[in-house]
């Protein structure tokens, strides 16, 4: 992971009790995933996969017609859409919502949209208190750290690391039983709940035939931030737009089983519109914000565009070898693993962190579990390409090109290939201990990079050549 944090990765890696905490969440997951997808429990897993990514790719390829038909029908129902160009409109326009409603607190359900436009920070600078109500992001914000995971925002806690935490930031007593630690915030959102004038949300799909948003949960807090606060406002991706309510059948048989290893999830909620007048229940403003933030710059690329097509199951995370070593902080935004690695350059451009798209062993575990069957290591190569092609503007990299112009033509000549072998292994028989005596060397560019990980063996007496040689002459006598 050349030019990654390298000092907080190396902390990652020597931390047992972290490794410990990521390996065991991790693979738990994968195990449940896999008790669930087998071929004996649900036949048609791989004909599932299939189907969703057909539907993702119709859907992506007439994004235009299906969020128009969705936001004709939000309309239809009640509900006001509202189109973002960035998270700056976004916290405008909440930040304006609030101050005309006269509202100061915000609970917000899980929402990796809102953390992709650092919502809470931004709104806390308007003077707006935004609180997170899942368990798992709740304990994040008290540590203001960003989520870990996708699906398990606080995957690198300890339930003994949640025990100081609460005591410190909610001067309760030490706790640490979960369950007494789960009724403790339980207890402090309650009454978030019931005094919040805006409940925020994110949506896992956007259905455009019905105008309804569907979110599944396993806590129920998004029902609470939904219905209780007098103003829901959804604030959604453009590419999380579905044609049918029947496409839906589809994709909850994958999404839960993906994430987490479950057949469906303990919440599935439609929300279409504000309350009715015969319903007991629901806000009486309802919102729905389709966010670009970058979508459509991926949207006019035909090979990246399937980028789009992801639904945040954090599969491909859980199976990676590198997110599974280096934890979700080492990633340079709140997109993590595999995931993060094709979508971060997409948004933030190539030369943001250009080391990124190369944090990968192309192992394929991604694409082998993707639920929406995404090309992962085929976009990490387009990617590398990319970055390589950004660097050619460098002078540094100029004179790299240059060199392996140099050393291709040496190559495609054999016999000055063989006789400059011999002339370096004469001048310079042990290649490191020359490096090393040779002033500031060992400290540029790409040979610190080589030895930061690496050795150079001693050059060796005799070249293949030479004891291929040999070895014939030996044969033939």
Not at 67 to 79: D, I, K, M, P
Not at 175 to 197: C, D, M, N, P, W
Request: aromatic content about 8%.
């Amino acid at each position: 992971m050349t030019g990654a944090p390298e000092n907080q990765i190396r902390n990652t890696l020597e931390n047992q009790h972290l490794q410990t905490a990521i390996y065991t969440a991790t693979g738990r997951l994968m195990s449940h995933r896999r008790a669930v997808v087998s071929p004996e429990v649900l036949p048609d897993f791989q004909e599932l996969r299939t189907q969703a990514n057909l539907i993702k790719k119709h859907t992506i390829e007439n994004l235009d017609y299906y969020l128009e038909q969705f936001a004709s029908n939000v309309a239809a129902r009640g509900g006001k859409v509202i189109w973002a160009r960035d998270g700056a409109a976004v916290v405008d326009f909440l930040a304006k919502l609030a101050k005309e409603k006269n509202v100061r607190l915000i609970v917000k359900a899980k929402s990796m949209t809102s953390e992709e436009i650092e919502l809470n920070d931004r709104l806390g600078r308007h003077g707006l208190e935004p609180v997170e109500t899942d368990l798992g992001e709740y304990i994040v914000q008290l540590a203001h750290e960003r989520p870990y995971h996708i699906v398990a925002p606080a995957l690198h806690k300890t339930r003994y690391e949640v025990a100081d935490l609460f005591t410190e930031r909610l001067g309760v007593e030490r706790e640490t039983e979960i369950e007494r630690q789960t009724k403790i915030a339980r207890s402090v959102l309650r009454e978030k709940f019931l005094s919040a004038g805006i409940g925020i949300s994110g949506a896992n799909f956007l259905v455009a035939d019905s105008g309804a948003i569907v979110l599944v949960t396993n806590e129920g807090n998004a029902r609470m931030a939904t219905t209780l606060p007098r103003i829901h406002v959804a604030i959604a991706g453009i590419e999380k737009v579905i044609p049918r309510a029947q496409d839906l059948a589809v994709f909850l048989k994958l999404l839960g089983r993906s994430a987490t290893g479950q057949p469906l999830t303990v919440y599935t909620s439609f929300l279409s519109g504000p309350r009715r007048e015969n319903e007991i229940d629901g806000p009486d403003e309802f919102y729905v914000v389709l966010l670009d933030n970058g979508r459509t710059r991926l949207l006019a690329d035909r090979y990246k565009r399937e980028s789009l097509y992801c639904i945040r199951c954090g599969a491909c995370l859980n199976h990676c070898p590198v997110y599974r070593k280096v934890g979700g902080h080492n990633y340079p935004w709140v997109y993590s693993g595999p995931i993060g690695k094709i979508i971060t350059p997409q948004y933030l451009g190539v030369t943001h962190d250009p080391w990124l798209p190369f944090a990968s062993s192309l192992c394929g575990a991604c694409e082998e579990v993707c639920p929406v069957k995404i090309r992962i290591p085929r976009l990490l190569l387009k990617l590398r390409s990319e970055v390589v092609k950004a660097k050619m503007r460098d002078p540094q990299s100029r004179l790299e090109r240059l060199g392996f112009r140099v050393w291709a033509w040496v190559m495609c000549r054999p016999k000055l290939y063989e006789m400059l072998g011999a002339m370096g292994s004469a001048v310079f028989g042990n290649g490191e201990a020359w490096l090393r005596r040779a002033p500031g060397l060992m400290n540029y560019g790409p040979v610190k990079a080589w030895f930061s990980q690496r050795d150079l063996a001693p050059m060796p007496a005799r070249s293949f050549r030479q004891m291929w040689r040999a070895r014939r002459k030996a044969a033939q006598d």
